[in-house]
């Protein structure tokens, strides 16, 4: 059984993760209309909406301080056998081959 402050440490870095994984999202949607089409079709048809530049927050100038969060995120979620009480979808995204985007 997990302590209190021990589900704490991880719902937060499951909300950094997530975080980090919104920003990741904006900035390629912003980058490219196709694929931003693309992601709009697969989050509304699992009642997802996708994440907007007003969700990303204030940005740090590094984003290493996010992504050692995001690998102890996964090193703790790795190491835990209890199971989590919220809900996680998880979208399998198959693009199709386009030859503009080689």
Known sequence: DETLEEQDIKLREMKQFHKVIDEMLVDIIEENTEIRIILQTYFQQS?????????KGSRQSSRSPSHTSLLSARSSRSTSTSTSQSSIK?????????????
């Open 90 to 102: 998880v979208l399998e995204l198959k693009f199709p081959a386009s030859s503009s985007l080689k």
């Open 47 to 55: 009642g997802l909406e996708l994440p907007t530049a007003s969700t």
